[in-house]
């Protein structure tokens, strides 16, 4: 999966600095890539740009007939180039990699929490606060529930892990006793 990653990395740094300088536009891009690689995520899209028989001109028709958002130039231009070069299906990562350097600028990270019991409000802020301070970030939390966890919180921070659920308890117990 990395390898796919450092294939969209220069489409993503490329598109960062044609529009970084530009007011809300980082926002407009983050949201308009993360709906292009929604669709091109999606298996029959997948299925219907491999078709080897359909040109440049009949896959963009088709890719871009499905995205709500209206196309700007530069948003014509990427997808022109990304089919040209047969990336087109590599917007998923093209949409992270945008993400991560807009984070970057901005001092902030997305914080993947994963706990054993839905976490609102209060708790979740307080878990927020608590992050941010340890990690030196402004974070912005994506919450999904694991109950293979059985309790306790596994936060990704970038390249970072957090681990304190009892499931990483009970594992380090295991690997302690074993040895």
Do not use: C
Not at 23 to 39: K, R
Not at 128 to 153: H, N, R
Request: hydrophobic share 45%; proline share 4%; charged share 25%.
């Amino acid at each position: 999966m990395a390898e796919l990653s450092t294939i969209a990395r220069p489409y993503a740094e490329a598109l960062f600095e044609a529009v970084r300088q530009e007011q809300g536009a980082l926002e407009q891009w983050a949201a308009l890539l993360s709906e292009m690689a929604q669709v091109a995520d999606l298996p029959d899209v997948r299925e219907a740009l491999a078709t080897p028989t359909l040109n440049n001109t009949q896959r963009f028709e088709i890719f871009s007939g499905l995205l709500k958002t209206p196309l700007n130039d530069k948003a014509r231009n990427l997808l022109n180039l990304l089919i040209a070069n047969g990336r087109l299906l590599l917007l998923p990562q093209v949409a992270e990699q945008f993400d991560l350097l807009k984070h970057k600028q901005e001092g902030s990270a997305v914080a993947r929490i994963s706990s054993a019991f839905p976490l609102q409000g209060n708790e979740l802020n307080q878990l927020v606060a608590a992050l941010e301070k340890k990690f030196g970030l402004k974070l912005e939390p994506e919450v999904t529930v694991d109950t293979d966890l059985i309790g306790g919180v596994r936060v990704v921070v970038g390249d970072q892990v957090l681990d304190t659920s009892v499931q990483a308890r009970l594992a380090r117990m295991r690997d302690t006793l074993a040895a």
